[in-house]
Structures are given as structure tokens and as C-alpha cells.
């Protein structure tokens, strides 16, 4: 029994892995990018569906292998210098990857894409709206439905005060969320009387009418990512504000135009010889909601990634990001993660960067390239282990906002944004490791590669 997307089966009691254990099958294999997405009881769960005779235990498992919210906050949190001693005590992290070598063999890209051009993630940073204080503030004191209904806002007294987590998250992104104003002069959306106020009432809608105008002049083809398809709507009535051409899938698109519109995107790059449409009528850009369009497209054409809103689970953001950077992919990719300084974000993405350090001291770090046996024949060194649990940015904490609409310098922006400095050896053939600016700035932060991802290089199967 061969099953694909291996991760679905993380969930050890769900109908999917009950119906697929009633399959009788002399063997099983998984093909997973992501066999850890949130914690080790998942990466159990995938080994006792491939062999439940010696993966019978969870509360064992658990008994040897704790790690939980590595780096985090919580009192239950396991911290990196706990990791540490127990490796030079026991050789904890060892003794995983030993018990894990058997069952486990991995590929990557650079494994098999020797040509694949390089990929670099940008973390940028926008603050907040005085429209979007105000709102944080509601929120947090309680009475943001009684607010918005002074306010004339639309089912204002439909607004649930419940889960304040999401609220805050739906801010971050934009306020119009919780409901457009009316302009009292023509009886329209604000929105629609005054498009302008689109951008000026959201940090992040600010940052991405910079990023977008730019990437636009330079002849870039762009996909945007978000959690939300409200944010979809607000960004399409955007691109209507600006005249660009856009293509847009999320959970509601049915099969046929998921296709039709990727076709009509890739056809500007595979048409006419294969080269790319750089005129100001091209398919500028592509809206997908990440849960959607995370799985079975094909966007290569593109070599812009923004995600405009992060998701709980690093990987997804991870296989957005792949959509583009990819089989077909000729020039190197930029992704852009969008962050709300001083909000809900900053969590998220601790928490992200949290699950990611999970992922590379056990898969990255156990060097699983050939069955049964390390690909190198040193062991896991402590300054190996300590790389694998660096933080993905050094000072995220540091990242506050605290000037009312902070927002990226034009220096700082032309920077990130020129591909040449952040791909300066892409055109010369010898890869594209360190970019010519500093990869810590005021409002952005480059992640960089862990050296000991040197077996990594790219997400992939696995």
C-alpha cells in the first residue's frame, strides 16, 4: 500500500487511517514533504501506520522523546538549552534519529533539480492604522461590537467578542473585516466612494501597494497567500483600484476553473517560445487562500511569492511557497511573509518558528538520506544541534511597534526588493548563499539557512 500526502494520517484517530488499517497490505509506504507539522505524537501516528508492531506505545514514545513548543514561553515548553543537556547527557536527539533510521528515507529537491533555482524568504514588517488601533484596542477592552454598531457599521451587532484571538488576527490584516463604512455623502462603501482609503486603513495593505507597484514595473508575476478569502475580496476590489489582471482560487472554485485559470497564468510564460508576457495587460497576479491552493498547482510562472497572513502550521505556508518554486521554475523565487508589528502575528510566528526548529533537529538533523544508515559518518555534533535550534530570526520580540503607521523606509524597501542584491551569483551560475544586504534591517529580516540544512536545501518529499 502505497498512500501519498502521508501527513493526512498525523491524526491517529481519524476515519482515514481506521479505513486504511482494514486494507490488508504486506507493506506500507508513506510519501510525505511534511512528516512533522505540529509535534512528535503526529510523527508516531505515521510510524505506527507503517509498522504498529513496533510503534504499539504513544505514552512510551512520549516517555522518551517529550520536546514540546521548543523555545517557547509556556511552562510546559521544553527550551533549547534543556535539548542540549539532554544530547551531551544521553544523546536523546541521537537515540531519535537512531530509532527513526530504519523507517525513514529522504529526498529533496537538490537531490534530484540540480538546476533549481534558489529561493529566499523575506520577513517584512508593516505597522498599524490609527483605524486599526483603535479597533486592537475595542477588542482588547471588550467592546468592539458596540463600537462598530455606533459606527453605522453594516451586522455590526452580528460581531462575535468571543474569540478575541481571531479578532486581533483579522485587524492585523485589515479592519474593514468586521464590516465597511458607509460614506455618508454618497450612500456607498467606503471603499468603493474612496478606493485610497483601502490602502490607508491597513498597515499591511499599505506595505503591499509599495511591494506591488514595484514588483509590477519590474515585469514580476506574483502570487498572494491568506488564511482569509475575505481578504481575497478586499484585495480583489484592489487590483480592480489599480487596473491589474488577476486570477483568484479558493475552496469554493470548482475543479475546472482551478485549471482554466492556471492555464491562462502559465500560458504567458509558455507561450510564444517559452517567453514571459511583460506587457501591462499580463496576469499580474494570483490569489489563492493557502488551505486550497497548497496541494496540486502548478504555478511556476510566477517567481514572486507574498504570504499575506501566516498560518498556525509552518508547512502550509511552506507548500504556498512551493507552488511556484518548483519543476519549471527558470528564475530565482522571492517570498515576502507579511507581518503586523507589535500584534497577534508576532505569536504566530514564534510559534512557526517554534515547529520549525521540531522539523530540523529531527528530520534535517538526522541525515536520513540512505536506508538504514547516516549519509556521513560523524554523529550529531552539539554545535550541529545547536545551529538546528537557532532561532529562524534572531530578534522578533524587538520588532515592535511603537510609532503610530511605522512603516518600512523606501531604502530598506528598494532593497529587498532588487533581485540582484538578494540573488547576487544567481546569473553567474554559483548560487545565490549570502545577498548583498544585510539580512537584519529595521522593518524586514531575511530568513537565512541553517548551515546544518546543508542536507535540506529545499522543502520536499521526504
Not at 478606493?195 to 486603513?201: K, N, S
Not at 509590477?216 to 475575505?230: G, R, W
Request: net charge neutral; charged share 25%; hydrophobic share 40%.
Amino acid at each position: 500500500m502505497i498512500v501519498d500526502e502521508g501527513q493526512r494520517l498525523k491524526n491517529r484517530k481519524c476515519c482515514l487511517i481506521k479505513n486504511l488499517k482494514m486494507i490488508r497490505a504486506d507493506n506500507r509506504l508513506l510519501l510525505s514533504g511534511t512528516p512533522i507539522q505540529n509535534n512528535l505524537d503526529e510523527l508516531w501516528s505515521l510510524l505506527n501506520f507503517v509498522n504498529p508492531q513496533i510503534f504499539d506505545d504513544l505514552n512510551v514514545f512520549q516517555s522518551w522523546f517529550g520536546f514540546k513548543d521548543i523555545g517557547g514561553k509556556g511552562a510546559e515548553s521544553t527550551t533549547e538549552s534543556e535539548i542540549l543537556a539532554e544530547q551531551g547527557k544521553d544523546n536523546i536527539v541521537t537515540k531519535l534519529h537512531e530509532i527513526l533510521r530504519p523507517f525513514l528515507l529522504r529526498r529533496v529537491k537538490m537531490d534530484v533539480l540540480k538546476e533549481m533555482p534558489p529561493k529566499k524568504e523575506i520577513v517584512v514588517y508593516a505597522g498599524m492604522s490609527q483605524l486599526q488601533r483603535g479597533y486592537a484596542a475595542n477588542i482588547a477592552n471588550g467592546v468592539l461590537r458596540e463600537e462598530l454598531m455606533k459606527s453605522g457599521i453594516e451586522g455590526a451587532n452580528m460581531t462575535s467578542q468571543i474569540n478575541t484571538l481571531m479578532n486581533h488576527r483579522k485587524n492585523s490584516n485589515h479592519p474593514f473585516l468586521f464590516g465597511e463604512p458607509i460614506d455618508p455623502a454618497s450612500g456607498k462603501h467606503v471603499g468603493t466612494a474612496f478606493p485610497a482609503l483601502l490602502i490607508r486603513a491597513s498597515g499591511k495593505f499599505n506595505l503591499l501597494d509599495r511591494m506591488l507597484t514595484r514588483l509590477f514595473k519590474a515585469k514580476h508575476q506574483v502570487l498572494i497567500f491568506s488564511q482569509m478569502t475575505e481578504v481575497l475580496s478586499i484585495i480583489e476590489d484592489y487590483l480592480v483600484y489599480r487596473n491589474w489582471k488577476y486570477c483568484r482560487i479558493d475552496g469554493s472554485t470548482k475543479i475546472d476553473d482551478r485549471q482554466r485559470q492556471m492555464d491562462l497564468f502559465n500560458a504567458e510564460k509558455f507561450n510564444n517560445g517559452g517567453a514571459r508576457n511583460n506587457d501591462d495587460d499580463r496576469l499580474f497576479v494570483f490569489l489563492l487562500s493557502t488551505r486550497a491552493g497548497g496541494l496540486g498547482i502548478n504555478l511556476a510562472s510566477a517567481d514572486t511569492c507574498i504570504i499575506f497572513d501566516s498560518d498556525w502550521n509552518p508547512h502550509q505556508d511552506s507548500q504556498a511557497m512551493d507552488r511556484c518554486h518548483r519543476i519549471g521554475q527558470t528564475l530565482p523565487v522571492a517570498v515576502y511573509r507579511l507581518l503586523t508589528a507589535g500584534s497577534v502575528d508576532m505569536t504566530m510566528m514564534e510559534k512557526a518558528v517554534s515547529k520549525k526548529k521540531l522539523d530540523r533537529m529531527t528530520i534535517a538533523g538526522g541525515d536520513f538520506r540512505k536506508g538504514g544508515a547516516r549519509s556521513k559518518s560523524e554523529t550529531l555534533s552539539t554545535e550541529v544541534l545547536k545551529d538546528l535550534l537557532a532561532d529562524d530570526i534572531a530578534n522578533l520580540r524587538e520588532k515592535t511597534d511603537n510609532v503610530e503607521n511605522v512603516r518600512i523606509s523606501e531604502e530598506e524597501l528598494n532593497a529587498i526588493m532588487d533581485r540582484e542584491q538578494l540573488f547576487p551569483n544567481f546569473k553567474i551560475g554559483i548560487g545565490a548563499e549570502r545577498s548583498l544586504i544585510p539580512e537584519e534591517g529595521k522593518m524586514y529580516d531575511i530568513i537565512a539557512q541553517k548551515e546544518a540544512e546543508g542536507l535540506d536545501g529545499f522543502d520536499g518529499k521526504q
